[in-house]
Antibody, heavy 118, light 108 residues
Framework: QVQLQESGPGLVKPSETLSLTCTVSAGSINNYYWTWIRQPPGKGLEWIGYIYYSGSTNYNPSLKSRVTISVDTSKNQFYLDLDSVTAADTAVYYC????????????WGQGTLVTVSP | EIVLTQSPGTLSLSPGERATLSCRASQSVSGSSLAWYQQKRGQAPRLLIYDASTRATGIPDRFSGSGSGTDFTLSISRLEPEDFAVYYCQHYVTSPLTFGGGTKVEIK
């Protein structure tokens, strides 16, 4: 069973860049799509975007100007950068694996809370 | 963008009762490309149903999904104590992928 683990700073200052890593273990990053999803405290889920192992990406238009998702297959990791953050970006950030059959998520990381505050 | 509206916002039921959750899409969800997830407090969502009606691996058969087009339903035939949680629907027709706002199933 593939496992995913998010890592990165839990506190980011306004206007700075939020950077997270998702490490994939017990499975290869190859041949799958990998996704970032976030959830503000007490609220619902928001799709941020995905990356294919080869590097092609697709982002939520609402975040597209600020988001970069990248991948390093040699490390079995993929990454999220979100620029110019504000308090509205405070959320639990999840990484997830798309299923082989479609863009629904059969494996998730445990999530990491990122707070944007001075 | 396809907007998913879930109802009710909160469902208050007793263990053993049947739960019926609704997910309505602002436009047709082609290919029944709709999934349901369960989320418990402090945990990541867990995939329950995909393709509108196919149970994910290891999901008990008391969970069932139905629907097509713009109207979808998640049913839990007899609520077990561990089923009290928040449930989300999600479409995967086209970008941007979106989730519904969630239905909380709470103990009455």
């Amino acid at each position: 069973q593939v496992q995913l683990q998010e890592s990165g700073p839990g506190l980011v200052k306004p206007s700075e860049t939020l950077s997270l890593t998702c490490t994939v273990s017990a499975g290869s990053i190859n041949n799958y799509y990998w996704t970032w999803i976030r959830q503000p405290p007490g609220k619902g889920l928001e799709w941020i975007g995905y990356i294919y192992y080869s590097g092609s990406t697709n982002y939520n238009p609402s975040l597209k100007s600020r988001v970069t998702i990248s991948v390093d297959t040699s490390k079995n990791q993929f990454y999220l950068d979100l620029d110019s953050v504000t308090a509205a970006d405070t959320a639990v950030y999840y990484c997830a694996r798309d299923s082989e059959r479609g863009s629904y998520y059969d494996s998730w990381g445990q999530g990491t809370l990122v707070t944007v505050s001075p | 963008e396809i907007v998913l509206t879930q109802s009710p916002g909160t469902l208050s039921l007793s263990p053993g009762e049947r739960a019926t959750l609704s997910c309505r899409a602002s436009q047709s969800v082609s290919g029944s490309s709709l999934a349901w997830y369960q989320q418990k407090r402090g945990q990541a969502p867990r995939l329950l149903i995909y393709d509108a009606s196919t149970r994910a691996t290891g999901i008990p058969d008391r969970f069932s999904g139905s629907g097509s087009g713009t109207d979808f339903t998640l049913s839990i035939s007899r609520l077990e104590p561990e089923d009290f949680a928040v449930y989300y629907c999600q479409h995967y027709v086209t970008s941007p992928l979106t989730f519904g706002g969630g239905t909380k199933v709470e103990i009455k």
